[in-house]
């Protein structure tokens, strides 16, 4: 029996500050509960984050998607290409909206989409790219920026991994036409539920969000829009405020547990994931190895107590809800590759250096 506590991959319980605790009061004490002035004063501030006008909050990342691309007028007969490589809920966003998703392949190093094989994917339906910044990786803005223009396609962002990440002063969402956000507990913003956002510059793509995020209302009972219920609630607003200010310090934090595994880890059966091109490019929502022994070195872990996840294990098109998905005519290799090779390290703010240490330990005394 092993003495020492495991390392989580996660720890959900709130902070000791109890700002999030009076936040939660407070709206208690309102008796207003949902889309209110706590959901106001996230959205001011989230925009602001952003370095955007607007900010409409909606119930989770998967919804913000589906409205973005909605109030961006697309839908029905369009395709959207996007990676394989990613939560289903990007493509699941895209299917809602009433468009096609089409799948390119990712290039090996940092896993996020090959500019080539979405090349192969354009053809005269294609509307948008759904650009998803995978684990934190915000990079090469100017060749997604360029691409888009070549093929006179819409760029959006999935920037439900990619909170405070920036590229060349640019946030996550600013770029495109629109970015989605989610504020699911285990993003680097987190609430204590479900909640998402979508933000952009453009004061029609919001006024339409925040219709379709509520039954499509313009006045009171009055439904010019066919939407849907994905209304952010006071208290998660509340929270997520009370949280905001925190989330500079814990990019911090995970940029320091990333170098720490950068530095050390020396294992020859474990490669390291592509470098950033800049520090802020990269905000560490997962740290993700590959191996060619995955599932030993996972085990391998947990046998030292280590818990590990894997992002992904079943790429998008393998899925079997969405068997038939259209994809680069040369396939998706790179994707299916890295779903059997892909490690996720524990890397968050409440990991201590004792523990990193402890991982960095197990990883280089691991023998397949
Ligand atoms: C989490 C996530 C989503 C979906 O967000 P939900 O709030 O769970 O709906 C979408 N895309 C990516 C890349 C995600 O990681």
Same mark, same amino acid.
């Given at each position: 029996m092993s003495a020492k506590p495991g390392v989580a991959f996660h720890d959900f319980r709130i902070s000791s500050s109890r700002d999030e605790l009076s936040a939660v009061e407070r709206v208690l004490n309102s008796g207003w509960l949902i889309l209110g002035e706590e959901v106001r004063l996230f959205e001011e501030a989230w925009a602001a984050m952003c370095g955007l006008e607007y900010a409409v909050g909606v119930g989770n990342g998967l919804d913000a998607i589906e409205i973005g691309l909605r109030a961006a007028g697309?839908?029905?007969?369009d395709e959207v290409i996007t990676t394989p490589?990613?939560?289903?809920a990007t493509v699941l966003g895209i299917l809602r909206a009433g468009a096609t998703p089409v799948l390119a392949d990712v290039d090996p190093e940092h896993a996020l989409l090959d500019p080539a094989s979405v090349d192969r994917c354009v053809n005269r339906a294609t509307r948008a790219v759904l650009l998803v910044h995978l684990y934190g990786q915000m990079r090469d803005m100017a060749v997604w920026t360029d691409l888009c223009d070549r093929h006179r396609l819409t760029l959006v962002e999935d920037c439900a991994q990619a909170h405070d990440a920036s590229c060349q002063g640019r946030m996550a969402? *600013?770029?495109?036409?629109f970015g989605a956000y989610s504020f699911y507990p285990?993003? +680097?913003?987190?609430?204590v539920g479900d909640a998402g956002a979508l933000v952009t510059s453009d004061p029609e793509l919001a006024q339409t969000a925040l219709k379709l995020r509520n039954y499509?209302?313009?006045?009171?009972?009055?439904?010019p829009l066919r939407g849907l219920n994905s209304r952010l609630d006071e208290i998660q607003a509340a929270v997520l405020r009370a949280r905001l200010p925190g989330l500079r310090d814990s990019t911090s934090r995970r940029r320091q547990i990333a170098r720490a595994y950068e530095e050390?880890?020396? *294992?020859?059966w474990v490669q390291l994931p592509g470098l950033p091109?800049?520090?802020? +490019?990269?905000?560490?929502h997962l740290f993700v190895v590959r191996s060619p022994h995955r599932d030993a070195l996972q085990a391998h872990l947990a046998a030292s107590g280590i818990q590990s996840l894997i992002h992904?294990?079943?790429p998008v098109h393998q899925q079997r809800s969405l068997a038939g998905i259209r994809m680069d005519p040369q396939g998706l290799p790179i994707a299916e590759r890295h779903a059997r090779e892909c490690l996720s390290l524990?890397?968050?703010?409440?990991?201590n250096d004792v523990e990193v240490s402890r991982v960095i330990d197990a990883i280089n005394a691991f023998r397949p």
């Open positions: 697309i839908g029905p007969g490589m990613t939560a289903v969402g *600013s770029v495109g036409q285990t993003k +680097n913003l987190g609430a499509g209302q313009s006045n009171r009972y009055e439904h050390n880890v020396s *294992s020859p091109q800049h520090s802020e +490019n990269h905000v560490y992904y294990p079943i524990p890397c968050a703010p409440h990991l």
